[in-house]
């Protein structure tokens, strides 16, 4: 399966979607003088995990067990497709 149409069919509680990955130049006077990758994703309203820890520093052990099961579960769901 492409990688384009694997993106758009995947779809769990645990996995941030992505929607676009590409390159845009910025020009000027017609010549390249910059390019720039972007990611157009889900919108995630309470961050993401690397957020969460660089705000938060270190995580008590019952929070990162419970964070650390939901990444084991998407990984998971990944493998079998």
């Known amino acids: 399966m492409e990688k384009d149409s694997?993106?758009?069919k995947l779809r769990h509680k645990n996995?941030?979607?992505?929607?676009?990955c590409g390159t845009s130049n910025f020009m000027r006077n017609g010549e390249i003088v910059e390019k720039?990758?972007?990611v157009v994703a889900e919108y995630?309203?309470?961050g993401d995990l690397n957020?969460?820890?660089?705000?938060?520093?270190k995580l008590?052990?019952?929070i990162a067990l419970f964070l650390f099961s939901k990444i084991l579960?998407?990984?998971?769901?990944?493998?079998d497709k």
């Open 73 to 79: 579960v998407g990984v998971e769901y990944l493998h």
């Open 15 to 20: 996995i941030m979607r992505i929607f676009e």
């Open 51 to 57: 957020n969460l820890i660089l705000n938060a520093g």
């Open 6 to 8: 694997l993106k758009l």
């Open 36 to 38: 720039r990758n972007f």
């Open 44 to 46: 995630c309203p309470n």
């Open 60 to 62: 008590p052990e019952e």
